[in-house]
């Protein structure tokens, strides 16, 4: 297992571990991130070709997707489309620990 951490371009109090790379067919990558209180990213908000699913293990995560910010609590997923602007943002006093799986988007 990689025990390294990153810290993504554009990402405050953002740490992540890549779980793995590609696998064939529609995982692209997975990563635990780890976000501190009031950190997130990225700013501005992106987009890009694939998808992510976002599974929360510890804390709560505002996810922002396009126009809405949704909430998801711990033991809680959201899929979100890569095509439309989306951050995630720690808006509570608690750290959060979140399972980010990139994913090919359905055709």
Do not use: W
Not at 14 to 43: M, Q, V
Not at 62 to 75: A, C, L, N, P, S
Not at 86 to 101: D, F
């Amino acid at each position: 297992m990689n025990s390294t951490l990153i810290v993504p371009p554009d990402h405050v109090g953002f740490k992540a571990r890549k779980l793995f790379d590609a696998i064939e067919g529609r995982i692209i990558d997975s990563t635990i991130a780890y976000i501190r209180p009031g950190g997130g990213g990225p700013e501005p908000a992106h987009t890009h070709p694939h998808d992510h699913i976002f599974i929360v293990m510890d804390g709560c995560a505002e996810i922002r997707v396009g126009d809405k910010r949704i909430t998801v609590e711990k033991d809680d997923f959201l899929r979100v489309p890569g095509q439309v602007t989306h951050s995630v943002r720690n808006s509570s006093e608690a750290h959060l620990r979140m399972l980010g799986i990139s994913v090919l988007p359905d055709d």
